[in-house]
């Protein structure tokens, strides 16, 4: 199956990373709040790790070849660790650039245009994450999908951030902004989390989705009514790729050709349920052998 290239969403990542870089370091700048410093600094996090992202859904989209033969679609899970690790490095640096804003709080200045500056920036964000999301889902794309919720969580920071600035210019109280920033930070330290354990679920070949190992399973019931039975259904997920072997029992009596034209029919069945690219793999077995029932699992067991 041809999928289309994914990587004019990443350009737009890049784009509204650089766009976002200047407006909310040019609102830290007008109004020297920590708070705004710590947005500014995930921006740059962002922009790299959309960089990052633009190499490895190259690598991903790359065809396969002899050395690799299943393809380079787990090059995905890389750049969402990557996109993780640097989004806690970036949490820590803003925690270290708060801690003595707490102790020693300091005045802000130009409040106003700054928070103006920085709810453009947000809408840039904003914008382009639900883009990012709504293709990541449509394609299965790890890639986008991190990047969209990178982007979505850098939204979530600006809005606490700009709160936070908010009561500040309210209550007077200086030691808000440094607060506002280490809690940001701690939510960052979440979404970074949660980005490198679900690419380390990729890359220990976890399952395909519940809802869609039923849709499959639906798809092989409803054979049963031409006397077709089937087991030992394994599934993976690489990156945008699926990967299903399913063993078809069929009766003994059937020809290699009829045998062989079913399997093709349940192959291309289980593949039409899908968008995004599927392998499907099938054992062809005669339901009336008993040794038929030793290959349930990844190890086959002999009698």
Not at 8 to 33: M, N, V
Not at 36 to 57: G, P, W
Not at 157 to 162: D, E, F, H, N, Q
Not at 246 to 274: C, Q, Y
Request: aromatic residues 6%.
């Amino acid at each position: 199956m041809q999928t289309q290239s994914l990587k004019k969403f990443i350009y737009l990542s890049i784009a509204a990373a650089i766009a976002t870089i200047i407006l909310k370091f040019l609102a830290w700048y007008l109004t020297d709040s920590v708070g705004l410093f710590s947005d500014a600094l995930e921006s740059c996090v962002n922009l790299v790790a959309a960089i990052i992202a633009l190499i490895m859904i190259t690598l991903a989209e790359k065809p396969a070849d002899e050395k690799h033969a299943f393809g380079h679609s787990k090059a995905e899970y890389f750049s969402s660790a990557i996109e993780g690790g640097m989004i806690i490095i970036a949490a820590f640096s803003i925690i270290w650039s708060a801690i003595p804003r707490v102790i020693h709080p300091q005045s802000l200045d130009n409040v106003e245009i700054g928070l103006l500056i920085s709810v453009g920036a947000s809408g840039i964000n904003l914008m382009v994450a639900l883009v990012l999301l709504k293709n990541g889902r449509k394609s299965n794309s790890i890639i986008l999908e991190a990047d969209g919720k990178h982007l979505m969580t850098d939204v979530y920071t600006s809005a606490g951030v700009l709160l936070g600035i908010g009561l500040v210019k309210l209550s007077g109280w200086l030691v808000l902004d440094g607060i506002v920033a280490i809690g940001v930070a701690l939510n960052i330290l979440w979404s970074g989390y949660q980005l490198i354990h679900r690419s380390t679920t990729g890359l220990l070949d976890a399952g395909i989705p519940e809802a869609d190992l039923s849709r499959i399973i639906k798809a092989l019931e409803s054979f049963k009514s031409l006397d077709i039975e089937y087991h030992s259904l394994l599934t993976r997920q690489a990156g945008q790729r699926k990967f299903i072997a399913v063993h078809i029992l069929v009766p003994g009596h059937w020809t290699t050709l009829k045998s062989h034209d079913t399997a093709e029919k349940i192959e291309k069945e289980i593949r039409n349920l899908f968008a995004a690219p599927v392998t499907v793999f099938t054992h062809l077995e005669p339901k009336e052998d008993p040794v038929s029932m030793h290959d349930i699992g990844i190890d086959r067991h002999d009698p």
